[in-house]
């Protein structure tokens, strides 16, 4: 691999942006945070200034013209995603997009097809997947410690629902829970079991004080061998992201599935034999991980681990989810 860095382009001042992923590229070895674009060029050059990023666009379309950029993360709005992702391909760069990739699955298919057109890669930012636990736990599963599984369950709530005016409580612009957090539950059933569901069965709590979003969902999701994700997500409850995987003979339980902010809390815990051990997870940076993973597959060092085709398929589950919820019926995949 070149010792060159990567440069990358933020397309936008999003929080998750600011928070998490830029900090993310700024500890890696393999990116830079190279140029950042808002609407607005006066709060641009504020974050740069913020954040030691030595560019500054007030459009999106001037940081996409920067031919000096290799990568775009976007984490702007779910409604513009298929659009800032195809006009990135169209310019040539690598793209990670922020989760859900779309509003359903047909945007999604767009999406990829564009990148495969322009020849370039695009990601999903499920940044929980590259933490080492998930293939220390896919390896305790496979060893068979906890013999077959039989159910496995999750949740991701927070409460948020006070400020109104929240990207997340526009109906039109791809809000509610299902999208925000809900697709995370999903996607690590479906990376844990290694398989497609069949099904999906959902109850949600659409709130009309928040442009009728769901605020709060719970569902089933059914996979083969009669193996069921149940799960919740919520906007509008208490703060929580466990993860558990029910086997014959034991268990796995992640306290904190999807979030690992402080050395420890990462660890998760496996019953295996009437025994319950705690399991000591290195302490790394998700968003580090991710990016740099990304890195490695656009030097042609290593494949990708999670392609358009997973993209694509968590999509459909999401699309189904919703349908489910506002039908109020099982919907089959």
Known sequence: MTSKKLKWGILGCAGIAKRAVIPGLQLSGLNEAAAIASRDLDNAKRTAEELNIPAAYGSYEELLADDSLDVIYIPLPNHLHREWTIRAAEAGKHILCEKPLALNEKEAAEMAEACAKAGVLLSEAFM??????????????????????????????????????????????GGGSIYDVGCYPINAARLLLGQEPQAVTVQALFSQEHDDVDMMASGLIEFDNAVSLSFDCGMWAAFRNPLEVLGSEGIIEVPSAYVTPNPGSGNFFVTAQGERKEIEVPHVNAYTEQADHLARAIAGDAAMRFDTVDALANMRVIDACLESARTRSRITI
């Open 128 to 173: 929980y997947r590259y933490h080492p636990r998930y293939a220390m736990i896919k390896d305790i599963i496979a060893s068979g410690q906890i013999g077959e599984v039989r159910a496995i369950r999750s949740a991701f709530t927070f409460n948020n629902a006070g400020d109104k005016k929240n990207v997340r409580y526009r109906k039109d612009w």
